[in-house]
């Protein structure tokens, strides 16, 4: 899933950017990852009131109603 990807190499901590092979092994596990397990994005209204309504929303995809 590239978007995947793209959404989460920015929040991947790269130490040392020089060592081409380490950084060419993370790049490939961060894809092999978005591959093979489901990726979503959780956007919303960050207000306390609303998270019962959040919760209610993520348990209903994961169980399929």
Request: net charge negative.
């Amino acid at each position: 899933m590239p978007e995947a990807l793209t959404t989460l190499m920015p929040h991947a901590f790269i130490l040392d950017v020089e060592d081409k092979p380490r950084l060419k092994a993370h790049f490939a596990r961060m894809a092999d990852l978005t591959q093979d397990i489901p990726c979503f994005a959780l956007d919303f209204t960050r207000d306390y009131a609303e998270l019962p309504q959040v919760r209610r929303a993520v348990l209903e995809n994961f169980s399929g109603n």
